[in-house]
């Protein structure tokens, strides 16, 4: 057991390296801070002297290395844009950015799965055809149009709901909620809604497929054949067995919702720690760029471990393989 | 006991005398695309910034709405010497914290406008030394006769000696110390505003300052930023009455927001000039097929360019009328500017043809085009549109468009054959632009830093050395005129327009536009 979970640990660490000297590479090609830092009136002595203060006049692999070690001790450095610690900024955008994606998460959960249930077992209805088609909306438009039409309707046409920021948010400690007034749940709801719409559709159809691949297999029929009640079979046997894998779905997916949170960030200027990539990648700001996508490989790279650890106390196949082949 | 009575009711009396004569609050809440950056007035010397600071901080003097420098924190200034400055401070001024303004700080503020981290120092350009003489006097020693002092200060920024010595924050933001300063996010000026609250891209605060040195026309007592990155969130916000002005407002949506009953535009242009330079130094150009030889160095072919470009079809279809054609490097609104040196080129395809085959190239030539595609109002359209028009007349180019970040990387190591480029006379003199776009390049030194083909006219360049130092007006814009007409004559750049800016917010605002992108909150008033 020790030694599986050491050798996922360190692919771990090695998959951060690796994205890690990717994502510095690429600054290569964002183009160069000092423009924007001292705008167009700089002397050249000016510009060098700023790229020295730096560590940008420094070779490719200096820089890399200076980074990864400052990294490791969790110092990202001084952002170009706002003279602040990246790892201050990350701090405080990160409750904005967990509680949009929790909450979407919760709205995918459980409103795609009952839509799934439903039209699963009602499949000839015209209420479940009229949802499939309109998950495929929910697919296939981008999530900024979305937002937007969001915004038209709710925020301009009936003035319901704020159209961007995240209300009045608490305090506690360093975490900020929005979650505890009413100006912060009002405009929770259409980011979160928004987020929310391709993952709630995918889960809809995973759990539809499921469902109905469930309820024709033997179990079922036997169970049918007991006399049990639709209620018991549907939930008790059929759905529960559906949820195996959504479970897992979901799992992946919210590493995916707290890295694609950045359109919905920027569409409804979120403060999260998407909107502040975006900003960054404007400004060629490269000690946030670098330590958000470092950020969100550490999430994703997390994620899987913890499934994979699910996965070997789940299922005692995989301990007794490991077993045979470890020696 | 009886004094304690009395002081309770002397202090109800004077609440009760506050509150009656208290206004009503007006807040403005606006919005841009960006955040602001810093509130330290010397960090960052960008549109928005100074707009902020300008709110907090007061310097020695300041624009009035016809953009002349007018008293501020300094009452009366004379010149004793051609290269000696006296200003007499304003008496009874206080920064926010209570604390008086003293000639001291204005010292202590041009030493740290001057400090190697600072952003600002090109307001102070050619300030030698400031000396205080008494409390409420100080000399600015010049390193010459400086005709334009006046119009920099406007933004060299008066901080408190005591408080930023207190705080830690003597000199502006230093990236290799990796320390955060105090005040980039605490400020203790002596403006009209004080900041309240800060969250960095989600809202900032300011307050009216109850114990401002001046009255103003407008009414504002409060004023919210709120950046709103994505362009049509920050409409609908307008619309939806969350927001009460935008500063930005995309140019697609003008022509709806002009029509929608509560909320009105106000159009004004901008000094930035858009135009296009070309390489006229190296004797082969990079990025052209002609070999052995640079096309842009023969004034025909630079002519036939400028003659190939309709520059009313891109006034009209492209711009939707929010440019105003011109054939000077220089805004109407800058001092040195004339009528006579802005006359345009007639476009003639015919005659821009004729032009390239006298200059032995019957057959045209390929050409990149380089060009940003986020920093001006329709940049890349604009270099799409042009690149069609110069096919017509036999000039291929080819569109080299990228994000500012690497654009500005790439051509201010003189690294392109052809550019377009757009530049905004910051001190609305002329020289500003003289110095930096026509005047030939010298390294270390403002002169030509943007003249990024390396345009060179010897009589033109020691017309702005002396423009640099000329303190008679009337002389000086007389040889202002000459320069642009040298320039005008040598086709030096392709100028093409001056942007259009317009400013939306709700009816019951109203604004005076200005002309640097800044929203003065002097003259604001909401009914």
């Known amino acids: 057991m020790l030694a599986f979970i050491l050798r996922r640990v360190l692919q771990s660490v090695a998959v951060m390296a690796v994205v890690a000297f990717i994502a510095f590479g690429l600054f290569n090609f964002t183009g160069d801070p000092v423009a924007f830092m001292l705008g167009q009136d700089a002397t050249i002595q000016e510009r060098q002297r700023l790229r020295a203060d730096l560590g940008l006049d420094q070779p490719f692999y200096v820089q890399f290395a200076r980074f990864v070690g400052n990294a490791v001790r969790g110092d990202f450095g001084l952002s170009l844009r706002q003279g602040r610690l990246v790892s201050t900024l990350l701090k405080e955008r990160l409750p904005a950015t967990l509680e949009l994606s929790i909450v979407a998460a919760l709205i995918a959960l459980f409103v795609g799965v009952p839509l799934g249930v439903y039209t699963a077992l009602k499949r000839d209805t015209w209420t479940a055809h009229l949802l499939l088609t309109a998950s495929l909306i929910g697919v296939s438009l981008p999530t900024f149009l979305i937002g937007i039409l969001l915004i038209l309707v709710f925020a301009v046409q009936l003035g319901w709901l704020p159209s961007f920021g995240r209300g009045d948010t608490v305090a506690l400690g360093w975490w900020t909620t929005g979650l505890l007034t009413k100006s912060g749940l009002k405009a929770l709801i259409l980011p979160s809604i928004t987020l929310a719409l391709f993952q709630m559709t995918l889960i809809m159809r995973l759990v539809r497929s499921e469902m109905l691949e469930v309820l024709r297999t033997d179990y079922i029929k036997f169970a049918r054949a007991r006399g049990l009640r639709d209620r018991a079979i549907h939930f008790g046997h059929a759905l529960k067995n559906t949820l195996v894998p959504v479970i897992t779905i979901i799992g992946l997916q919210l590493g995916a919702i707290i890295a694609f949170a950045i359109v919905t960030e920027t569409v409804f200027q979120w403060p999260g720690m998407g909107l502040l990539f975006i900003q960054a990648v404007n400004f060629a700001d490269i000690p946030v760029m670098a330590a958000y996508l470092c950020f969100i490989a550490l999430v994703f790279v997390l994620i899987n471990l913890i499934v994979d650890l699910l996965y070997y106390a789940v299922d005692p196949r995989l301990r007794i393989e490991r077993a045979a082949t470890a020696h | ?527």
Request: aromatic content about 8%; some cysteine.
């Open chain 2, 1 to 527: 006991m009886r004094n304690r009575v009395l002081t309770a009711a002397l202090a109800a009396a004077a609440f009760t005398a506050i509150v009656a004569t208290a206004v009503p609050a007006k807040t403005l809440r606006w919005s841009s695309q960006g955040d602001i950056l810093t509130f330290d007035p010397m960090a960052q010397n960008e549109s928005l910034n100074n707009t902020f600071s300008d709110y907090v901080y007061d310097g020695l003097v300041r624009y009035n709405k016809k953009f002349e420098p007018e008293p501020a924190l300094a009452t009366s200034w004379t010149q004793p010497e051609p290269s000696r400055w006296r200003f007499i401070l304003r008496k009874n001024v206080k920064f926010h914290d209570g604390t008086p303004l003293v000639a001291d700080d204005v010292v202590f503020s041009f030493e740290r406008i001057l400090a190697p981290s600072s952003n600002m120092k090109v307001y102070a350009q050619g300030v030698k030394e400031v000396k205080k003489i008494d409390d409420f006097t100080v000399d600015i020693i010049t390193d010459g006769p400086n005709p334009v002092l006046l119009r920099g200060l406007v933004d060299a920024k008066i901080m408190s000696r005591a408080w930023a010595t207190k705080n830690n924050s003597v000199s502006p933001q230093n990236y290799a110390q990796k320390e955060e300063n105090f005040a980039a996010r605490n400020t203790n000026g002596t403006g009209q505003f004080m900041l309240k609250s800060r969250e960095a891209d989600v809202r900032t605060v300011l307050v009216a300052n109850p114990n401002w040195w001046d009255k103003t026309d407008g009414n504002l007592t409060e004023i919210v930023y709120t950046p709103i990155k994505a362009d049509a969130t920050r409409v609908a916000a307008l619309v939806s009455g969350e927001v009460d002005f935008v500063l930005d407002p995309p140019p697609q949506d003008i022509p709806r927001l002009r029509q929608a009953g509560n909320l009105k535009i106000a159009d004004g242009t901008e000094t930035r000039i858009i135009f296009f330079g070309m390489d006229q130094w190296r004797d082969e150009t990079p990025y052209a097929s002609v070999k052995g030889k640079n096309p842009f160095k023969d004034k025909n072919v630079r002519q036939a360019l400028y003659q190939a470009i309709d520059i009313d079809a891109i006034q009209r279809s492209l711009m939707r009328g929010l440019a105003v054609p011109t054939g000077s490097m220089l805004a109407p609104q800058v001092n040195g500017y004339t009528d006579d040196t802005s006359k345009r080129m007639p476009y003639d395809v015919e005659k821009a043809k004729a032009l390239l085959r006298d200059a032995g190239y019957p057959n045209g030539f390929d050409v990149t085009l380089d060009c940003p595609n986020n920093r001006y109002i329709n940049d890349e359209k604009i270099c799409q549109a042009v690149v069609a028009m110069w096919e017509k007349v036999g000039v291929r180019a080819k569109l080299n468009a990228m994000p500012c970040a690497t654009y500005f990387q790439k051509i201010q190591k003189f690294d392109t054959s052809l550019y377009l480029l757009g530049w905004a006379t910051a001190t609305f003199d002329g020289l500003y632009t003289l110095q930096s776009l026509i005047r030939s390049v010298r390294d270390n030194s403002a002169d030509g830093n943007f003249n990024l083909g390396k345009y060179s006219n010897t009589k033109a360049d020691a017309l702005i050395d002396q423009i640099k130092t000329e303190v008679d007006d009337k002389k000086r814009n007389a040889m202002m005129r000459e320069v642009m007409q040298i320039h005008a004559t040598d086709i030096g750049h392709l100028p093409l327009h001056q942007q259009i800016i317009p400013w939306a917010m709700r009816s019951n605002v109203s604004v005076t536009h200005r002309a640097d992108n800044r929203l003065d909150a002097r003259w604001i008033k909401i009914e």
